[in-house]
């Protein structure tokens, strides 16, 4: 009999302890994964600081598509690149005018080559004050329009730093493809040359204003010297 209690009891014991251990595994908490590499978990962006800066409008800039993207501001005896986007160029080429006297509020920015500008939050002229307020509700983007266009190259469109082509001129239509194909492409594109493209026009959005109006596509396939590629 006393044989028979200790074997239960040392069931009972044996059970107690795999439950146990059972519930402490449930319970014991999992380290975080490390992520592996290539995988880092992106980093907040910093705080940056909002500044202030007066001074006198001494011209425009424009982006590639010769939309009105910023303007140059004399401050303190020095030119400082101020950049809005583009769909507040209609409100802001009407105040800040050439010449004006201008306030404006934003942050210091330094793009990939090093080039240094400001970011405009919110610029006042003559008591007016322009804010770059993102929309309430995103307006419905233009229906893009598929063209074909067909001519002579009559010149070729380079980066601000003068070291890479971004557009091909056919009279007063401009041909926009990837980075790579302009390299690919090499010495086909030069100033007589054949060409014909199928692709987008680029929609007029709400809002931009431009410096001189182009028909801009976005090309799809390109035939230059009698051969066809596609993009």
Request: glycine fraction near 8%.
């Amino acid at each position: 009999m006393n044989n028979n209690v200790l074997k239960s009891g040392k069931k009972i014991v044996a059970v107690v302890f795999l439950m146990t251990a059972a519930v402490v595994n449930a319970q014991a908490p999992v380290p975080p994964s490390e992520p592996r590499p290539g995988m880092e978990r992106p980093r907040p962006d910093a705080l940056k600081e909002i500044t202030a800066l007066t001074g006198t409008v001494s011209k425009m800039a424009v982006n590639d598509d010769f939309v009105y993207d910023g303007f140059y501001l004399t401050s303190n005896g020095e030119s400082v690149l101020v950049k809005f986007p583009p769909y507040l160029g209609s409100q802001i080429t009407a105040l800040a005018k050439q010449g004006s006297s201008i306030s404006v509020k934003g942050v210091s920015e330094v793009a990939p080559r090093g080039e240094k500008s400001f970011r405009l939050k919110s610029v006042t002229s003559n008591g007016k004050t322009i804010e770059d307020f993102p929309p309430a509700v995103l307006p419905t983007p233009p229906q893009e329009v598929s063209v074909t266009e067909s001519g002579t190259i009559t010149q070729l469109q380079k980066n601000k730093e003068g070291d890479a082509v971004v557009g091909i001129f056919i009279g007063d239509t401009i041909v926009k493809i990837p980075p790579h194909i302009y390299q690919q492409l090499g010495q086909s594109l030069v100033n007589g040359a054949k060409i014909s493209v199928t692709g987008f026009k680029k929609p007029e959005n709400s809002g931009e204003a431009v410096e001189k109006k182009y028909n801009i596509v976005r090309a799809r396939t390109i035939s230059i010297n009698g051969k066809e590629y596609s993009l």
